[in-house]
């Protein structure tokens, strides 16, 4: 009787340690002994400052207008284009800093100085793909929050004093303003990024692509907006140029420090 009972004993004590070897097998180590956690899942956003392109913005194919009165009483334009201190100066990484104060020498059909580089080549809205494209920073705002134009698609030829397409950064939003007739305020805004502070660095891209649209991209932290928007009647087949840099939009100047600046790390037109 005795041995039998020995038996069943050692039996129960084997079935004991074969259950607690399941329970480990199913994860019920992982209680007290987690595992490392494993990779974010794809669709995580990205952090972190982007990574800047390398390289020295180039100023073949543009000319520059700075603040400075020229002999006319209008704004300078230097052609071709070349750095000039304080108004554009190299960037420690080879761009272009671009400083446009309140005060100073304005072009003839405008009220707002300006830093900016003109294209030197001229294309007809609507009839072949051309795009401008940077990636920047801004490093200061107007301090009225006006903000600043970076990039344009303007008039060129016979309506060369019409601004008609306008990326525009004001106070912490990113827009598109897009002109629908050469001569009043009719005008349609197209947004694009919010929550950009001063300090952060995105991408543009415009882009008239020769269909009869314009596509309108910004990227910022990994995420990319996008508008499309119709080539207004009024300027389909004119005469047109690409325009970037920093042209403040104060109303209400400030003292000799307020202005815009901004650095463009990349900058590019193609065909």
């Keep these: 009787m005795r041995d039998r009972r020995l038996l069943v004993a050692a039996a129960l004590l084997l079935l004991v340690m074969l259950a607690a070897g399941v329970w480990l097998g199913l994860g019920g180590f992982d209680r007290y002994h987690p595992r490392p956690p494993g990779p974010p899942p794809l669709s995580y956003p990205a952090t972190g400052a982007p990574a800047l392109p390398s390289g020295q913005?180039?100023?073949?194919?543009?000319?520059?207008?700075?603040?400075?009165?020229?002999?006319?009483?209008?704004?300078?334009?230097?052609?071709?284009?070349?750095?000039?201190?304080?108004?554009m100066?190299?960037?420690?990484?080879?761009?272009?800093t671009f400083w446009a104060p309140t005060h100073g020498a304005t072009t003839k059909h405008s009220d707002h100085p300006r830093t900016e580089?003109?294209?030197?080549?001229?294309?007809?809205?609507?009839?072949?793909?051309?795009?401008?494209?940077?990636?920047?920073?801004?490093?200061?705002?107007?301090?009225?929050?006006?903000?600043?134009?970076?990039?344009?698609?303007?008039?060129?030829?016979d309506i060369s004093?019409?601004?008609?397409?306008?990326?525009?950064?004001?106070?912490?939003?990113?827009?598109?303003?897009?002109?629908?007739?050469?001569?009043?305020?009719?005008l349609i805004n197209y947004p694009l990024l919010d929550n950009v502070q001063v300090g952060d660095t995105f991408e543009y891209s415009i882009t008239d692509n020769g269909d009869g649209n314009m596509i309108f991209t910004?990227?910022?932290?990994?995420?990319?907006?996008?508008?499309?928007?119709?080539?207004?009647?009024?300027?389909?087949?004119?005469?047109?140029?690409?325009?970037?840099?920093?042209?403040?939009?104060?109303?209400?100047?400030?003292?000799?420090?307020?202005?815009?600046?901004?650095?463009?790390h990349a900058l590019s037109q193609r065909p």
């Design 57 to 87: 913005v180039g100023l073949d194919g543009w000319k520059l207008s700075i603040p400075v009165q020229n002999e006319d009483g209008d704004a300078t334009t230097l052609q071709p284009a070349e750095t000039r201190s304080p108004w």
């Design 89 to 96: 100066t190299r960037s420690a990484d080879g761009g272009l």
């Design 117 to 157: 580089l003109d294209s030197l080549t001229d294309f007809a809205a609507g009839q072949e793909r051309h795009t401008l494209a940077a990636t920047l920073t801004i490093e200061q705002e107007p301090a009225d929050g006006r903000g600043i134009i970076l990039g344009q698609i303007h008039g060129a030829d």
């Design 161 to 186: 004093s019409v601004p008609y397409v306008m990326l525009r950064y004001q106070q912490g939003r990113v827009r598109v303003v897009v002109k629908q007739v050469q001569d009043g305020d009719e």
């Design 218 to 264: 910004t990227t910022m932290g990994g995420v990319s907006h996008q508008s499309v928007a119709p080539i207004p009647a009024a300027f389909r087949g004119a005469s047109v140029r690409f325009q970037a840099g920093d042209y403040q939009q104060a109303s209400t100047p400030g003292g000799p420090d307020d202005g815009g600046r901004v650095t463009f």
